[in-house]
């Protein structure tokens, strides 16, 4: 039998730092920022039997509206439900009107805010490069 495995999802602390870089590195269809500027913002994080698993980065743009800027899991743990977790901890925490754009290639990404009750809004022409890509913006109100 393996180790029962114990999710907690949490604020990052500069600790984290390597762990997200680690797994921003490994998510080229995630964004790639700098993983110091996310503690800016409001960053959770995923532990899996404490090791980070995955990150969520968000902010406030005006009261009562937030923006999703960033989520990715490693990818050892992804389908297991580590970034539905990451979302709902972040969506319970502030309610109102939420906002994000994903990649229009990223259908798991895209499914996934689906599913968490996100609707397409509109459509970004060439938001993204390397590679290039549209973006489909997503909104959800809570």
Known sequence: MGTPRQVTIRIARFADLA????????????????PPDYLKHD?????????????L???EVAPG??????????????HTGIA???????LARAKGNWFLEVRASNAAA????ES????RAGRRQDYYYDPPDDAIVMRFHS
């Open 43 to 55: 960053c959770l994080v995923a532990d899996v039997n404490s090791c980070v698993a995955g990150f």
């Open 57 to 59: 980065v968000t902010r």
């Open 116 to 119: 968490a009750g996100f609707h």
């Open 19 to 34: 762990a997200i870089a680690a797994i921003q590195a490994a998510s080229p269809e995630a964004a790639q920022w700098s």
């Open 110 to 113: 895209i499914r996934l805010y």
């Open 65 to 78: 509206e937030r923006e999703i800027l960033n989520l990715a899991v490693d990818p050892a743990e992804r």
């Open 84 to 90: 539905r977790g990451l979302l709902g901890d972040a």
